[in-house]
């Protein structure tokens, strides 16, 4: 019999498959904290949550029985999946159930926003019959700027077009083939931040988009702007909103989503009137509920039966027999995938593998995931994983290339990621495991490098001039950033370069900026892997 435990309120209806099973038990705990789930997790082979129980590491090592983590719902970021997968625990998630009705809550808070609801519904139950207070905007003929179009940013912007809304879109992963397809504009952040009248972001929160709206492009943006946050907390910088609000940049904004949850009581957002804000209420509907209930019991049920499954956000099944010989090469694969997205500056439509060398008569797939993973979850976040990444490559149009047995220059293994970008652009990056100095990085585009893939770097695009290396150093070493190590790469004297430079932390973006100032010098970017 195997004893599944529901951590947080979840629809009925949705784990009753679970329940009429057979050989399955359900128990429902609710509002447990960390120490109490300590105490009983062992007992159980599944825990079933949505975003109110924190899965830690604690709760992980405690549960020697669990196989598996259901999240009824899509962002796992309550769930340390670190601490799941280390431990063989697969967590699954629901993806799609509740992507049109966080849509429509998303849509609410515009119009909500738009005309006021909340404050005059207040004044109104108090007695006040104030009808001059809440003079409104109309949502036909303004501009709404999408941040994220996977599956809830698309259904908005589906939604915003019959509203009579221009839509300007920006996704990492969007081309202008999709765009064109979905009629919306595809945009970069700051053309949204500086022409857009809403602006709505549906993006993960990854290091890349906490903060992604914050003082500089408050600074820039377009006057009057409304924003909408129904994604996480984080992606927008609460204190920087604040003070926009304030200073009369930001018109209004509607969150249902904060940097942490619950608020403190005294939250600005909380009395700010032209705030709005709901309890992380986006995916809260009866359908909704059910439907990711229904999706994720099927799922547990599959795992605890050994059955396929598909939803898996963690789960490496790697066959036995190859991954012996492949496993060596999962790090390099994925570190090589996600330096190549970091590297190229368009939204990716092919990801080419080439393997060679050692790598040319075995059936790589298990590492070709690794490396898509790579790719995607520069942008994704902690949602992709090897078995879910070949699924979201096709979901967004991205056709994953493999080649073997091309010359591998003398390296007894070589692995060549190439992405190829919509206008045709390709940035390369390849990479091979040295016997007796582990992973290596041995070329960049077309020149040679040799570096170890790890840590934080900075690639630079330059021209092979005189000064150049000392000027960089100089800047950098006035912004406190300490160089450990440096490469350069150049095919001909004088011509196109390239530098790398690994460094002991984190760069400001304001000193990337500085250095494409530097006289020759192209482009400079960070890369952590
Ligand atoms: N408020 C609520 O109750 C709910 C919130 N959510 C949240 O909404 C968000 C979106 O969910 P889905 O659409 O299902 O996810 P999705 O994975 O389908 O879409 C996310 C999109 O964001 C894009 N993205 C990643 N980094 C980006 C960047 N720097 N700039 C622009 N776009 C970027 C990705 O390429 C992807 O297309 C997630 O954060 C999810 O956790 C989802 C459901 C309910
Ligand atoms: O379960 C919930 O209510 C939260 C839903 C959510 O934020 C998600 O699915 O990412």
């Known amino acids: 019999m195997f004893k599944v435990l529901v951590s947080d309120p979840i629809s009925d209806l949705g784990i009753q498959q679970l329940m009429d099973a057979a050989d399955v038990l359900v128990e429902k705990k609710t509002g447990l904290g960390e120490d109490e789930l300590v105490a009983i997790i062992g007992e159980y082979d599944a825990l079933l949550v949505r975003s109110q129980t924190r899965v830690t590491e604690k709760i992980m090592e405690a549960g020697t029985n669990l196989k598996v983590v259901g999240r009824a719902g899509v962002g796992v970021d309550n769930i340390d999946l670190e601490a799941a997968t280390k431990r063989g625990i697969i967590v699954i998630n629901a993806p799609d159930g509740n992507t049109i009705t966080t849509c429509e809550h998303t849509f609410a808070m515009m119009m909500a926003l738009a005309r006021h609801i909340p404050q005059a519904y207040a004044k109104t ?6 009808r001059k207070s809440f003079l409104g905007v109309e949502l036909r003929n303004k ?45 970069s952040v700051d053309d949204i931040v500086r022409n857009a009248d809403f602006m709505t972001v549906h993006t ?18 377009k006057k009057g702007m409304r924003i909408v946050n129904c994604a996480r907390g984080g992606i927008i910088d609460e204190t920087a909103l604040v003070e926009a609000i304030n200073e009369g940049i930001v018109a209004g904004a509607a969150f ?64 036995a027999s190859v991954m012996s010989r492949l496993q060596p090469y999962f ?32 059936d790589t797939l298990p590492l070709t995931r690794y490396i898509v993973k790579g ?50 652009e ?36 330059h021209n092979d001039k005189p000064g150049i290396i000392g000027s960089v150093g100089t800047l950098l070493g ?18 196109a370069a390239i530098m790398i430079l690994s460094v002991d932390k984190a760069v400001q973006k304001d000193v990337l900026v500085q250095l494409t100032t530097l006289a020759e010098l192209n482009r400079a970017i960070e890369i952590t892997l």
């Open 478 to 495: 006035q912004n406190d950033v300490n160089i450990a190590s440096m490469q350069v790469g150049r095919k001909i004297i004088g011509g």
């Open 125 to 130: 139950v108090g007695g006040v019959w104030d």
């Open 256 to 319: 249902d989503v904060f940097e942490s949850e619950p608020p403190e009581k005294d939250h600005p957002f909380l009395t700010h009137p032209k705030i709005i804000v709901t309890p992380h209420l986006g995916a809260s509907t009866v359908e909704a509920q059910e439907n990711v209930a229904i999706d994720v019991s099927e799922e547990v049920l599959h795992i605890l039966r050994n059955e396929p499954f598909k939803n898996a956000v963690n789960m490496p099944p790697v066959a």
């Open 204 to 221: 993960p929160l990854t290091p890349e988009t906490h903060h992604m709206i914050s003082r500089p492009q408050f600074e820039v943006m």
């Open 375 to 424: 790719v995607l979850a520069h942008h994704l976040g902690s949602e992709v994983n090897i078995v879910n990444c070949m699924h979201l490559a096709k979901l967004r149009d991205i056709n994953v290339v493999v080649t073997q047995a091309s010359k591998s220059k003398g390296f007894t293994n070589l692995l060549t990621v190439t992405l190829k970008t919509q206008n045709n």
């Open 426 to 461: 390709e940035t390369l990056v390849a990479g091979t495991l040295l016997n007796g100095y582990g992973e290596r990085i041995v070329q960049i585009d077309k020149f040679p490098v040799d570096m170890a893939p790890e840590g934080h770097q900075i690639l630079i695009s």
């Open 331 to 362: 790090s390099i694969g994925e570190k090589l995938g996600s330096f190549a997205a970091q590297a190229a500056n368009q939204a990716v439509n092919e990801i080419h593998v080439d393997y060679a060398g050692d790598l040319s008569d075995v």
């Open 143 to 187: 501009t709404l700027g999408v941040m994220g179009m996977g599956r809830i940013g698309s259904e908005v912007a589906k939604r915003a077009k019959a509203f009579g809304m221009n839509i300007l879109a920006f996704d990492p992963f969007l081309t202008q083939e999709r765009a064109e397809k979905m009629e919306v504009k595809l945009a």
